[in-house]
């Protein structure tokens, strides 16, 4: 699974960083974009993204109600429903993940990398 | 020859003092380096690229800011390096893996533009925005005390923003402050709507109108509801409560029931007047107000009160004489919305319940909401708070998020999403163009991904890093 | 303005059927402005599509119903088998008049002539029937914000303020008593408003407009 990872600076980045450290199941993770706020993904960026040949994209943020920017993680939020949406309609097998967590809790990060793998490993084994 | 910067905030895991000799013969550049061991060697820019390295959580923007104005980097050159991407490996591994970075680093384009970090202190004064000459007083004794001028005019005034500070517009005068204080004033609510057809029964009444007649009439035999949908209801008025369905109760023999999400019994004798009240035969139920549904009876001279128990989920209908609405306080404020002259419409402004935000501030910098006077104690606490934020430097990044004026439509979603406000529109033509104040902007990005038009560009925000898979 | 929404993507790749060079044009304008097929719009679809393996590419025009905005199309025009125009219907066939040889499709349904009511939010307002009659209803369109279009309203279903058929909606003729109730002119409602003339409407084959003083 090729995961192309965005987070923001102020807890993704940090979490994701301290996930890599330690070695906790950041084996999928390839290329880390860091950026100021989640809320600065736009549906573009994301489908240019997956023009390449990731799998999927994974957005690693502050929660939705303590996002520094106020709106950023929301808009985030409702982007990736929104590219998912249009990938689903499409027909395409790639898929945008969201995981919001603090520079300390990094379960969360764990958990939708999980999710991310056997939601690629379930579509990869029958055909 | 071009030179760069090497700048580490904390101990790195590779010999840099070592490497630097070979790495300047290789890439052919000067190379200085700031280490946290010989800090007070003075650098010499300008560079050409500054690489600051780091744990991740101390490289966000805020603080390369900071790192930016105190060693006058150009921010536009500087890429953040995050060292936690290089502790599991072996020495020669580590190293392998900073030369790639470097080297990636080294072959970025050149952003083509400067910028630069500038830092900003308030002019100390204090505008008062509150309901009452006694609280713009009180609020301008403590100001005084801790130091601070301050501005009380009355209406009519009217002020815009100057960048990150204020100009206050007064009949004869201007003047120019660097915050705001703006008083909360409580204001009456109740979230629970109620169908018109059941108000026609005009058997639902104003909690403010039902005190008057308890003491005028009997309810005897009749079924009184008393909803208060509101989490916030002063001690007061609970006490006020417990008293009239008492009174009823045991006056009148009246049936009395009180839905609502909680009963607040912290205050003085509440408690006990609490219990008091149910042993008379008061009910008191615990209900989510989206369960109660409302009719009006078939001789609309009442209501069926249809709703859902908290405590075991059972649903019942009761016929009821009379439904009282007690309101509740929001804390919101006080509004200046009509003295405010800026092209963003501010519907209502409430307090962000947001962690990253100081206490008492508005989504506005500057702008601070301080608590009426029954918590007085919270008062001096957000007084102070405005006083450090006059203290403080303000650093703020130029010639980072611009607007490109040809690709514009002026289609206003900038202005309207931005959460820091930092965005109006500039021109007096026909032809306008939204424009980022960069002073208010804090480069988050979010009126960048909202343009429909692709029209809004930060320059060399984003960082990106190959992290070799273990 | 006018206001358009995307159509289903599975409905665009009906469209496109198994054509592969694909042009998506964006319009500036109208659709900009309702966030549906302006630049970001068209960028997000040429990409999907690139996901897809269709060849696409993207690019906005000022006013795609204007000639001058899309004559400098010519030349990119050669080069793809069709045209996904992310402009409203008067874009779309613009470029159909002007292309007459290259498939153009909509990619957009358009909606309505309508205004944001917030942002994110856009709701119609006017119908273009043809002779504007707002001012006896005091500012308040009934053509279009009545479901039923009543002249002499409301009908019986108006409840609270909202329409018995679109009840997440104002009944206009709420708002129509409200604001002439304001402006202390409700016995302009007594008047019976015989019915209204459709033959400057769409019914009566399709409308024009000229201004010969302009005519070159
Ligand atoms: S969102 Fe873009 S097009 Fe719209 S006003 Fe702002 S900069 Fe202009
Ligand atoms: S980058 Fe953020 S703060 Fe700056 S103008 Fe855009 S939305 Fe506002
Ligand atoms: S083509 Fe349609 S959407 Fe574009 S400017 Fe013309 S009327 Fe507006
Ligand atoms: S009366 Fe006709 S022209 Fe006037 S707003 Fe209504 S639909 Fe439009």
Redesign the pocket.
Known sequence: MKLYVIACDKSGYPALMKGIETGEGTDSVLTVQKIPCLGLVKESLLLETLEKEYDGILLVGCPLDSCYNLDGSRFAERRVHRVNALLQEAGIEKKVFLAFVTAEKTGELQRVLMLARSAFNKEESPT | MNKVCVLSLSEIPIDLPGWVSQAEARWNRTIDLSLPQNRTIALSGPYDRVVVIGRSLSLNRENLSRVCHRYHFDPLRVHAYPMEGLTAMTPSQRLEQWENDFQTILSQPDPGQTGEVVSFQPEKKVLIIAPGEEERKAIADELAQLGIPSLSPTEPFSFARQGIQYEVMMEERRETVGAIAIAETNEKTFSFSISRETEETKKVIEWDDFQPRILMRSFRLQTVVFLVPEMVVPPEIWKKIFESARLLAERDGTRVLILCREVIVAGDHLEKAYRETREAGVLFEKIDFITLVLKPTLDMRGAWVDMTTERDGMSMTLHADWVVKVPGFHKIPTDFSHIFQADRIIQTVSRPENVNLPPFTLPYPGLFVIPGSRFLSNRSSALQEVAEYLQREILVEKGRAL??EE?????????R?CPWSA?D?EGNSRRK??RINWEQCHLCGL?LS???????SLEGLTECYEIIQQ | MIIGERKPVKEILQLIGDRKKILVLGCGTCV??CLSGGEKEAKELASLLRIKKYQASDYTVERQCEPEFIRPLDYRLKEVEAVLSLACGVGVQALADRYPRTPVFPGLNTTFLGMPVEQGRWEERCGGCGQCIVHLFGGTCPVTRCAKSLLNGPCGGSKDGKCEVKPDRDCAWQLIYDRLKLQGRLDALLEIQPPKDWSPSRHGGHRKMIREDMLL
Do not use: E, R, W
């Open positions: 607007v490109d690709k514009c439509v002026l289609c206003l979603t900038c202005l999403t965005i529109i163009k939204a009126c909202s343009c429909p038009a692709d029209a809004i | 900009t402005v």
